[in-house]
């Protein structure tokens, strides 16, 4: 079955170190990959996606993220974190097998940013 | 840019009563989502919806049903509404067809059932 694991439930780093968001997933084929943030008190907002091709994606914000294939990771990196990068992170999965619509999402991860 | 409203970001509801949270989208998209989150779950996939009038179950539908009446408008409705039933309700929206789309989120109605 399609899983979507992120280890951390929450992560503190000072401003202006680096960041780095673990996701690994259970797929049973080449899959849809996602990060989306959540402000507080927000909705979800698309990071970056992988789809096929190079398996380093840029995103939004500074962010990228590195498709592992041989480690089924997805994680989530920012050289230089800022006070706003404050949030709660969510990889997804997709898509189920025989529906198109259907992604699995994470339980989140929460960051916090020292001052 | 893709918006997804929701009818109301607060909402406090009685049990028993009868609740309708109201998505709406503006980009013609075929797909709408119902989710549910909560802490330690991440979201939940209640309903979705990938053409007016159609709908499909999502992983727990149980004590909620959905209409879709026009393309932009997706309703999530709480026939009875229980304590177990407090949480947080993204809608969502996609393109449709066989490719994978991202979903676009709109901001949330956080409902307490007291």
């Known amino acids: 079955a399609q899983s979507v694991t992120q280890p951390d439930i929450h992560i503190t780093v000072s401003e202006g170190a680096s960041l780095e968001l673990r996701c690994n997933y259970s797929?049973?084929?080449?899959?849809?990959l996602f990060w989306y943030v959540q402000s507080p008190g927000q909705g979800l907002q698309l990071l970056l996606k992988y789809f096929s091709g190079d398996t380093l994606v840029q995103g939004i914000k500074g962010f990228e993220a590195e498709f592992k294939r041989s480690q089924s990771s997805f994680n989530l990196r920012k050289p230089s974190v800022h006070w706003s990068d404050a949030a709660e992170y969510f990889c997804a999965v997709g898509p189920e097998r025989y529906n198109f619509n259907k992604f699995y999402f994470g339980s989140g991860t929460k960051l916090n940013v020292k001052p | 840019d893709v918006k997804v409203t929701q009818s109301s970001r607060y909402l406090v509801k009685r049990t028993g009563e009868k609740v309708f949270l109201e998505c709406v989208q503006d980009?013609?998209?075929?797909?709408m989502f119902w989710y549910r989150q909560d802490p330690g779950l991440g979201l939940r996939l209640i309903y979705f919806?990938?053409?007016?009038?159609?709908?499909e179950k999502g992983d727990i539908p149980e004590g909620y049903s959905v209409s879709r009446e026009k393309k932009e408008r997706f309703s999530l409705i709480l026939e009875s509404a229980s304590t177990n039933q407090t949480s947080m309700y993204l809608c969502?929206?996609?393109?449709?067809?066989?490719?994978?789309?991202?979903?676009?989120f709109g901001p949330g109605t956080r409902l307490t059932v007291t």
């Open positions: 797929y049973g084929a080449t899959p849809y």
């Open positions: 969502a929206s996609s393109l449709g067809g066989t490719g994978v789309h991202e979903q676009y």
């Open positions: 980009m013609d998209h075929e797909n």
């Open positions: 919806s990938y053409d007016v009038k159609m709908k």
